[in-house]
């Protein structure tokens, strides 16, 4: 089953602006990651936070987390038409590498 | 990095008919891998926990007979849909985890539409 919610479910924006995507998760985790989908196709590894990791950054892309509040939030600065994907953050339990995912947000930046 | 393939990327069967997706880790070994169905405009949802050299491990509601996993190889598992239905029609992705056991290489991903 799902673990938690990701919130928007959509996000549109104009390029140069920044996108920030939301993520809650239900049970405790070990860490947590964020994927990019590109339509019709695999996902694509981007970042990971631990869960003794408050904040993380990797190029254009900042990742927060907050285990009191059980969730996590994804920034994309600067964003390119070429960001345009679906985000999903995925929380790795007790139970080894198993993913769970979260239901997703649908980025469009618009050139 | 470590790439995994699928194979095929695409199938159209008919209705009634078996379907065997092949998931390879071309570059490293793995264990265990992980298949996921996704349907248009949804998350990823786990089926099943494939396990070299055992049985896999299916979530609950996901039908063990009807979707056969094998996993003969450390470089291949397979799952195989049975007796295919237009309701089977979806998007089957696999993944392996990384050497750090943490993040996961996913596949391309099979499209399966079932008429």
């Known amino acids: 089953s799902q673990q938690g919610e990701e919130d928007p479910q959509a996000l549109s924006i104009q390029e140069g602006e920044n996108a920030t995507m939301n993520c809650s998760y239900k049970?405790?985790?070990?860490?947590l990651q964020w994927y990019r989908q590109n339509s019709g196709r695999g996902l694509v590894h981007l970042i990971l936070i631990r869960s003794n990791e408050r904040e993380k950054h990797s190029g254009r892309l900042r990742v927060t987390l907050d285990t009191s509040k059980k969730s996590s939030s994804l920034l994309i600065t600067a964003s390119r038409a070429a960001d345009t994907a679906s985000y999903f953050c995925?929380?790795?339990?007790?139970?080894?590498?198993?993913?769970?995912f979260g239901g997703g947000t649908r980025l469009m930046v618009k050139p | 990095g470590a790439v995994v393939s699928q194979h095929p990327s695409r199938v159209i069967c008919k209705s009634g008919t078996s379907v065997k997706i092949e998931c390879r880790s071309l570059d490293f070994q793995a264990t265990t891998m992980f298949w996921y169905r996704q349907f248009p405009k949804q998350s990823l949802m786990l089926m099943a926990t494939s396990n070299e050299g055992s049985k896999a491990t299916y979530e609950q509601g996901v039908e063990k007979d009807k979707f056969l996993i094998n996993h003969a190889s450390l470089t291949l598992s397979t799952l195989t849909v049975t007796s295919a239905h237009p309701e089977d029609s979806s998007f089957y992705i696999c993944?392996?985890?990384?050497?750090?056991?943490?993040?996961?290489?996913f596949g391309p991903g099979t499209r399966l539409l079932v008429l």
């Open positions: 995925a929380t790795g339990g007790n139970a080894g590498n198993m993913l769970t």
């Open positions: 993944s392996a985890p990384g050497t750090t056991q943490e993040t996961q290489y």
């Open positions: 049970t405790s985790i070990n860490n």
